[in-house]
């Protein structure tokens, strides 16, 4: 599954896994983990996805500063009601839910993965 919005590209593994494998494997394909900066990128994603998936955001830095992988800090956020919670002070990656929302989670959790492309 996958879809374009403007020159981005985002296409999903079938597979679960954690964030540093998913982070590898959009590498291996020369992409990145899906990061949307707006609202029209966070629909594609929840399109492509169809599940709960890894977005490339972590507050693995600083609590409650949220970055895309590259360590910019991100303007755009979509979480769900009461989220960034950090349940057990151990949920340090972001993950879109079904409903297009944000929640926080456990960066060794699994998840789907949603890779991004730019032309």
């Known amino acids: ?3 374009n919005v403007g020159k981005k590209y985002f296409m999903s593994s079938v597979r ?9 494997l959009c590498s291996e394909l020369q992409g990145t983990v899906a990061t949307p900066r707006n609202a029209e990128e966070n629909r594609a994603i929840q399109n492509v996805a169809k599940d709960v998936a890894f977005l490339g955001i972590t507050d693995q830095r ?3 500063v949220f970055e895309d992988l590259t360590g910019n800090r991100v303007r755009y956020t979509n979480w769900n009601e009461g989220e960034p919670n950090n349940v057990g002070s151990g949920e340090n990656c972001v993950v879109l839910l079904t409903n ?6 456990p960066c060794s959790d ?3 993965v949603v ?3 730019s032309d």
């Open 1 to 3: 599954m996958s879809e």
């Open 16 to 24: 679960r896994m954690p964030l540093n494998r998913a982070k590898a």
């Open 62 to 64: 600083t609590e409650n």
């Open 100 to 105: 297009g929302k944000w929640n926080d989670v």
């Open 110 to 112: 699994s998840f789907l």
């Open 115 to 117: 890779c991004e492309f």
